[in-house]
Nanobody, 120 residues
Framework: QVQLVESGGGLVQPGGSLRLSCAAS????????MSWYRQAPGKERKLGAA????????NYADPVKGRFTISRDKAKNTVYLQMNSLKPEDTAVYYC?????????????WGQGTQVTVSS
């Protein structure tokens, strides 16, 4: 059974840090690009950060550039999002995503999300 389980969310003060984790199982982790999306209340889900299947390239949305870092650990089948210098506008549910393109088509999976609240 495919599973993506996020953890590490919580309440943090502005300027603080959190480290999110996404534990993957039920598929070949090393074949999938991984990413973190976020969805603020009443808004669309948007890409925050992505990393290629081999971990050699990353991409970040403008609002998080320089503050967030995505990484993956092949041995643990886990992707991380290190979030520093957090701002109130970072408050959202953060979702882990796995995706893969093949000649047969597209596959993607989603976690259930973890809440991040940035407030004083």
């Amino acid at each position: 059974q495919v599973q993506l389980v996020e953890s590490g969310g919580g309440l943090v003060q502005p300027g603080g840090s959190l480290r999110l984790s996404c534990a993957a199982s039920g598929f070949t982790f090393s074949s999938y690009a991984m990413s973190w999306y976020r969805q603020a209340p009443g808004k669309e889900r948007k890409l925050g950060a992505a990393v290629t299947s081999a971990g050699g390239s990353t991409n970040y949305a403008d609002p998080v550039k320089g503050r967030f870092t995505i990484s993956r650990d092949k041995a643990k089948n886990t992707v991380y999002l290190q979030m520093n210098s957090l701002k109130p506008e970072d408050t959202a549910v953060y979702y882990c995503n796995a995706d893969r393109w093949t000649v047969w088509g597209f596959n993607d999976y989603w976690g259930q999300g973890t809440q991040v609240t940035v407030s004083s």
